[in-house]
Each structure stands twice: as structure tokens, then as C-alpha cells.
């Protein structure tokens, strides 16, 4: 088991909460959709999410996942691919739309590589991930930075983001 020192979770202490990585990164290999239930050990009664599985795919030991306005804003058109690699002064994956839960684990599996820490998921989010705290927190302002640098052009729309 390995502690999880942060979750989907606001009011509650997540150290008391173990999370079995190996347990679901062998389901997530073998394709088997499961509600991770049993491998969640939580003395707070948390329960795992239907993100659980593609949060236990990224290998780093930090993975920071927002649902940013401004990042989904610019990511449901027709060219957000495009649009936010003029923007984004990073290398990232975009993953097409597709059901959240394992149908988007399984479709993001086919697109990490070893070197991904910035995925930005068509119509739902921003995610980054590293193995320094730090470091990620920063690259996640860079990213909600400059998304919301291209929310600011006029064929984009700003839904609320805020610059940083």
C-alpha cells in the first residue's frame, strides 16, 4: 500500500487514507473496469472516484487534476488541439472526449508516454503531474496561465478564469 497524502477531499485527513497503485495499475493493464473499492484503505470513509483509475495510470508521484473554466473553455471547439499549442508553452497530450471512469482510462492509456506531465482532456480538465510537489504546483499556474492567455482572444471564451 501506498499513503496518499492528498484527495478529492476538503475537511478530511487523507494520511489516514492507503492506496493499493499496484493493485490498480494491474487491473488498469489487464482492462478490467472496476470500482476500486477494495483498493482504497480509508479510516475516514472515503470512497474512490470514477477518476480513481487514470490518476493511478500517470507514474509520478504527484497528480494535481483541476476542472479549470478557462481550460475547458478552450478545450470543446472544433481546433482546441491546435489552438492551445500556440498558447501552451508546454508539450502535452490531448485526449478526445470520451465517458469519464474507465472508457477515458483506457482511451488515456493509449496516448501516455513515459515523458507525459500535462494532459488536457477535451471538455473536462487540466492535469499535470510530477514527482515535486513544487514543481507540478508551478507547472499547473503556467498552465492555467496560459490558458487563460488564450480564453483572452476573441474567438475564445473566458467563463469566470482569473489571471495568475
Same mark, same amino acid.
Given at each position: 500500500? !501506498?499513503?496518499?497524502?492528498?484527495?478529492?477531499?476538503?475537511?478530511?485527513?487523507?494520511?489516514?487514507?492507503?492506496?493499493?497503485?499496484?493493485?490498480?495499475?494491474?487491473?488498469? !493493464?489487464?482492462?478490467?473496469?472496476?470500482?476500486?473499492?477494495?483498493?482504497?484503505? %480509508?479510516? !475516514?470513509?472515503?470512497?474512490?472516484?470514477?477518476?480513481?483509475?487514470?490518476?493511478?495510470?500517470? !507514474?509520478?508521484?504527484?497528480?494535481?487534476?483541476?476542472? %479549470?473554466?478557462?481550460?475547458?473553455?478552450?478545450?470543446?471547439?472544433? %481546433?482546441?488541439?491546435?489552438?492551445?499549442?500556440?498558447?501552451?508553452?508546454?508539450?502535452?497530450?490531448?485526449?478526445?472526449?470520451?465517458?469519464?471512469?474507465?472508457?477515458?482510462?483506457?482511451?488515456?492509456?493509449?496516448?501516455?508516454?513515459?515523458?507525459?506531465?500535462?494532459?488536457?482532456?477535451?471538455?473536462?480538465?487540466?492535469?499535470?503531474?510530477?514527482?515535486?510537489?513544487?514543481?507540478?504546483?508551478?507547472?499547473?499556474?503556467?498552465?492555467?496561465?496560459?490558458? %487563460?492567455?488564450?480564453?483572452?482572444?476573441?474567438?475564445?471564451?473566458?467563463?469566470?478564469?482569473?489571471?495568475?
Amino acid at each position: 500500500m !501506498n499513503s496518499i497524502k492528498s484527495y478529492n477531499c476538503f475537511e478530511c485527513d487523507v494520511s489516514k487514507t492507503e492506496v493499493d497503485l499496484n493493485s490498480i495499475t494491474e487491473k488498469i !493493464n489487464n482492462g478490467k473496469e472496476d470500482n476500486f473499492i477494495n483498493d482504497i484503505r %480509508s479510516k !475516514n470513509n472515503l470512497h474512490p472516484s470514477s477518476e480513481t483509475s487514470f490518476h493511478a495510470l500517470i !507514474n509520478r508521484k504527484y497528480v494535481l487534476h483541476v476542472h %479549470s473554466t478557462t481550460t475547458i473553455a478552450n478545450a470543446i471547439s472544433q %481546433s482546441s488541439e491546435s489552438d492551445l499549442r500556440k498558447y501552451l508553452d508546454e508539450d502535452f497530450i490531448f485526449v478526445p472526449y470520451c465517458r469519464p471512469g474507465f472508457t477515458l482510462t483506457m482511451e488515456m492509456k493509449k496516448l501516455i508516454l513515459p515523458s507525459t506531465n500535462i494532459l488536457i482532456l477535451e471538455n473536462h480538465g487540466l492535469i499535470v503531474a510530477g514527482d515535486d510537489i513544487e514543481d507540478t504546483y508551478k507547472l499547473l499556474l503556467n498552465c492555467l496561465l496560459y490558458t %487563460s492567455d488564450a480564453a483572452d482572444e476573441e474567438d475564445s471564451v473566458d467563463l469566470g478564469g482569473r489571471r495568475i
